[in-house]
């Protein structure tokens, strides 16, 4: 045991000095969960397996093992933030926390449940700079979600196809449309020509609907120049307001994500979490949370976050976690049963419901987050509608239309074909 990473009589953990973190820890067969978690406070501090801390200024930085709870097999522990790279670097505070201890052998279990920052912490960290409000603005779309899309198929169309899609989703009274995550540059859909054709749909469907329209383009790149080169190109084609910068937050990473929201600050950034289900799944023991993933989305700047349809779409992901991760993402104070986060200010980063949705969950999901500040994209929900993605679009548009009036997508559809035809093919259930 790291007796100097222990100190379950530390005074006063929220004085604004420390990251407080809680973590599920079981050790390996054999080992007391109190020397694990002295062994976890060191290697993700100052220390490592053997004692190589001699200095008092050193030991000063300590992570601290400052609450346990055997029955629970939980433990708390405070790191002084201090250790951080200094200038509001996210991805560093994760090398700590949510790096090698993964990895560590004493370890059966390791998931990191929850973090509170202090707000003399947070006042380092960039925040979003823009959210929901600016796209309701733009969009001039209040008191109901933003009704978006993803382009599928996932992969495999032309430019003039691909934009097709944005332009019947659009016409058909969409608001919102994204690239989907993988989509980027590939041979048969050369980026600039697709950003050029999305533009000319954009023009089409905002002339035919006298709405204005936004699309996601995802910007994710090997490198930073590409980065750069693509968001730049679209800047130059797309009208401001008109376009989010789509991240791959987790594969493109997190020096990605803050890069975009340093250098286009207007710029809603959209954190795609594609490979988040290998830290977040509930059936994972190592890793963290969707709620501790929404956290730092937020505190890297992100303006908004896929969080998860609470059980309701394809993906899974518990009710509870899903709607802790929105609200850890979006509302200015958010409480678990660990932490009471004020956020003081900072923007909030608003939550995504995508995965497996379609029209007639629209409702089941508004009542579950509890709210209609949430960006919905609907992929197959949308595209596989036996009228196409036109009909698609209508169709979720008249299931929000019968959500604002109160009634049923049953009662509404009497006439409405789209929505009915939604009821038909997506109602069915889905062969196995
Ligand atoms: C949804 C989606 C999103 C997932 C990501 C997909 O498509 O585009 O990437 O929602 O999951 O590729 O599966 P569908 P999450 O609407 O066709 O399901 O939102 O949970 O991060
Ligand atoms: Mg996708």
Redesign the pocket.
């Known amino acids: 045991m790291q007796k100097e990473y222990i100190n379950l009589n530390l005074k006063n953990p929220y004085s604004g000095g420390y990251l407080l973190t809680v973590f599920h820890l079981v050790p390996e067969k054999g080992i007391d969960i109190l020397d694990a978690a002295s062994e976890v406070a060191a290697e993700s501090s100052t220390g490592s397996n053997v004692r190589v801390v001699d200095t008092k200024f050193a030991a000063g930085l300590n992570a601290q093992v400052y609450k346990i709870d055997k029955k629970r097999s939980l433990v708390w522990m405070a790191f002084p933030w201090r250790i951080f790279d200094r200038g509001g670097n996210v991805q560093n505070i994760l090398t700590y926390i949510a790096g090698n201890i993964f990895g560590m052998a004493e370890i059966k279990a390791l998931k990191l449940l929850d973090v509170w920052f202090p707000k003399e912490m947070l006042k380092n960290y960039d925040g979003p700079s823009t959210s929901l409000p600016e796209v309701r603005k733009y969009l001039k779309v209040y008191n109901r979600p933003i009704l978006g899309t993803?382009i599928?198929p996932?992969i495999g169309l032309k430019p003039h196809e691909f934009a097709e899609k944005a332009y019947q989703f659009w016409a058909g009274g969409g608001d919102f449309v994204k690239h989907?995550?993988p989509q980027a540059d590939q041979d048969f859909c050369p980026y600039f020509k697709t950003v050029d054709l999305i533009r000319e749909a954009m023009d089409r469907a905002e002339d035919e609907t006298g709405r204005t329209k936004i699309h996601s383009f995802n910007i994710s790149s090997a490198d930073f120049d590409t980065m750069k080169r693509r968001a730049e190109y679209i800047i130059k084609k797309m009208k401001p307001g008109s376009f989010c910068f789509l991240v791959d937050g987790i594969t493109a990473g997190w020096t990605a994500v803050q890069t975009a929201r340093r250098l286009w600050p207007n710029v809603f950034i959209h954190f795609?979490?594609?490979m988040?289900g290998a830290f977040t799944r509930a059936e994972n023991p190592i890793g963290f949370t969707a709620g501790v993933l929404s956290k730092f989305a937020r505190l890297a700047g992100a303006s908004g976050i896929?969080t998860?349809?609470a059980g309701i779409?394809?993906?899974a992901?518990t009710k509870e976690e899903d709607i802790f991760a929105a609200y850890a993402a979006y509302q200015p104070k958010v409480k678990s049963e660990f932490f009471e986060q004020d956020w003081y200010g900072m923007k909030g980063c608003v939550s995504?419901a995508?995965?497996?949705?379609n029209p007639l969950k629209l409702s089941a999901y508004i009542k579950t987050i509890g709210h209609t500040d949430f960006i919905t994209?609907?992929?197959?929900?949308v595209h596989a509608h036996p009228m196409g993605t036109r009909g698609g679009a209508t169709a979720l548009v008249q299931a929000c239309e019968a959500w604002q009036k109160g009634v049923s997508v049953e009662k509404y559809a009497k006439d409405h074909k789209e929505l009915a035809l939604a009821i038909e093919f997506y109602g069915k259930k889905k062969k196995k």
């Open positions: 993803i599928k996932k989907d995550e795609h979490r594609a988040h896929h998860g349809t779409g394809k993906m992901g995504i995508s995965g497996g949705l994209t609907m992929g197959g929900g």
